[in-house]
């Protein structure tokens, strides 16, 4: 019998950041944040964030999975960097969660992932038939 104490398990309060990262100045901006899911291993978002960019060939989406906790601070769930050059507009991504350390996670916490679907829009693009 072990006499040490045990942490209290929960159900997570998740939420997800996103930010562009890996172009020019003005394409890298803060973080944008999504509404917290309360009490959920499979939280849904139906979050639209919109940044005009200068280079979106050089451009990364960065994604990030916290758990809300006001006690002892957000616990960190992964992360997850997209290239805009490798989305296809539409297609939904089934992305693994990398830790911390930007591996794996180990087998034993599971293979925590994220669904997303980008849509882009080309502000320059004329409309066909024009």
Do not use: I
């Amino acid at each position: 019998m072990s006499t040490s104490p045990r942490r209290a398990q929960k159900t997570p309060d998740v939420y997800c950041r996103a930010r562009v990262a890996g172009g020019p100045p003005q394409d890298c901006r803060d973080w944008w944040k999504t509404k917290t899911v309360q009490n959920s291993v499979a939280p849904q978002w139906d979050a639209e964030f919109t940044q005009a960019l200068a280079a979106p060939e050089l451009c990364v989406v960065v994604l990030e999975c916290w758990d809300d906790d006001t006690v002892t601070g957000d616990d960190f769930l992964g992360t997850v960097a997209v290239p805009l050059s490798e989305v296809t507009s539409g297609k939904q991504l089934d992305l693994p969660l990398l830790a911390a350390t930007l591996a794996p996670w180990p087998r034993k916490h599971g293979a925590p992932s994220l669904q997303v679907t980008f849509d882009l829009v080309y502000a320059d693009a004329a409309p066909r038939g024009a």
